[in-house]
């Protein structure tokens, strides 16, 4: 029988875990974080003590002997990913990795593929598709409230905040730049609402000087998807007062969505069809807690993860055919393989 308590440990002592992450675990019945792993010993010591994890570790090794940990949650910056991910395989550990899952496809195919094999639960944390606004408009299209989709936009410039302008402005090596952050996860959130997969991408990025050696701080992109809807993305990390948003609109009517690009369990949801507006309510509840919900549920042998690892890879592929796009100036057909 799965067992039922879940001990978690943290590969990376991170901000995202500590703003959303180790709440969102410790949410779910029988789960806890039993250790973290930081590079850093006095980091690992002093975001132990600060977040109430009992065991700190320096080496990702020593934490995956610890027999209390059955499952990882993999927020370093992004090339570690890769490497985590399959040492944490090969010790039977489930993973929850933060997107994106690696810097290229071949590398994100290798995790996904070294997890099936070890016979673990693999997720990747794409949060949006947990928001009810965006299962929401997903269950708007399926139902045929908009009729046929043709188009759809996503608005996701926002400003970095203070505390956030490290590594992603500055180190290409581990996957800086706001394609690799923010756009993936607009692949990922229209991926989901439309049920469809993006075949190609073209794109124009911009170098406003927040992000430094040439790496791209803006984009904006026009995917093609296998059911010909074009989707239009904005992405920004120097935009302070924009707003968020998605809207879809079809052949019989528009869903307009507000604020719901973002962390929080906010935002609104129109649907503009011949009868008028109307808002459509939705009953609001934490992204990250829901998405551990159903990650926890599937190490218990009952479902999949919101976002599986293969969900996870083909993000990626978009987001670097949107990233092949803007330095090339061509555009770029998405693979999978
Ligand atoms: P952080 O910069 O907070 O943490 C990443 C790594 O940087 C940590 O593992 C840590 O290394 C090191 N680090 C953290 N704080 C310090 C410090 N003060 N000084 C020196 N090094 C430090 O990254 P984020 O939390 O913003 O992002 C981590 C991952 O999560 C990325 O893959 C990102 O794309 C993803 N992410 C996902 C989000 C989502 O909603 N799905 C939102 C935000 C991020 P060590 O572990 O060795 O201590």
Redesign the pocket.
């Known amino acids: 029988m799965a067992k039922q308590e879940i001990g978690w440990g943290l590969v ?6 500590r703003e ?1 992450a180790i709440d969102a675990i410790r949410a779910q019945a029988g789960n806890d974080v039993v250790a973290v ?4 010993p006095a ?2 010591r002093d975001y132990a003590q600060a977040n109430r994890i009992p065991v700190s570790y320096t080496s990702l090794a020593a934490l995956l002997a610890d027999p209390n940990v059955d499952a990882v949650y993999i ?4 090339e570690l ?1 890769k490497a985590q991910t399959l040492a944490c395989a090969r010790a039977g550990k489930h993973v929850l990795c ?3 899952l690696a810097l290229t496809l071949a590398d994100a195919r290798e995790m996904v593929a070294a997890c099936a094999r070890a016979g673990v639960v693999m997720g990747t ?3 949006l598709r947990n928001a009810a606004t965006h299962r929401k408009i997903r269950e708007l299209i399926q139902s045929g409230a908009i009729g046929t989709p043709l188009f759809a936009r996503v608005f996701h410039a926002v400003y970095l905040p203070p505390h ?1 302008q ?2 992603r402005l500055s180190n290409a090596s581990a996957g800086a730049g706001v394609i690799l ?1 923010i756009t993936v996860h607009d692949a990922d959130t229209l991926r989901f609402v439309l049920g469809a997969e993006p075949v190609e991408a073209i794109a124009v990025s911009q170098q406003a000087g927040m992000a430094k050696g040439g790496l791209e701080d803006g984009v904006m992109a026009v995917l093609r998807f296998d059911n010909n809807v074009l989707a239009q993305l904005h992405d920004a990390f120097t935009v302070k007062f924009a707003g968020t948003g998605v809207e879809v609109h079809g052949t019989e009517g528009s869903i307009i969505a507000r604020d719901v690009m973002t ?1 929080r369990p906010i935002g609104q949801v129109a649907l503009r069809t011949s009868q008028g507006e109307t808002n459509v309510p939705v009953v609001h509840e934490n992204l990250y807690a829901r998405g551990l919900h159903a990650f926890v549920a599937a190490v218990r042998g009952e479902g999949a993860p919101a976002a599986s690892g293969e969900d996870g890879v083909r993000s990626l592929a978009t987001a670097l055919a949107v990233l092949e796009a803007s330095r090339s100036g061509r555009r770029v057909e998405i693979k999978y393989q």
């Open positions: 990376g002592a991170s901000t995202i875990a959303w792993m930081s590079a850093d980091r690992a927020s370093t910056t992004n990913h933060e997107k994106p944390n794409h949060h956030l490290g590594w952050d962390q």
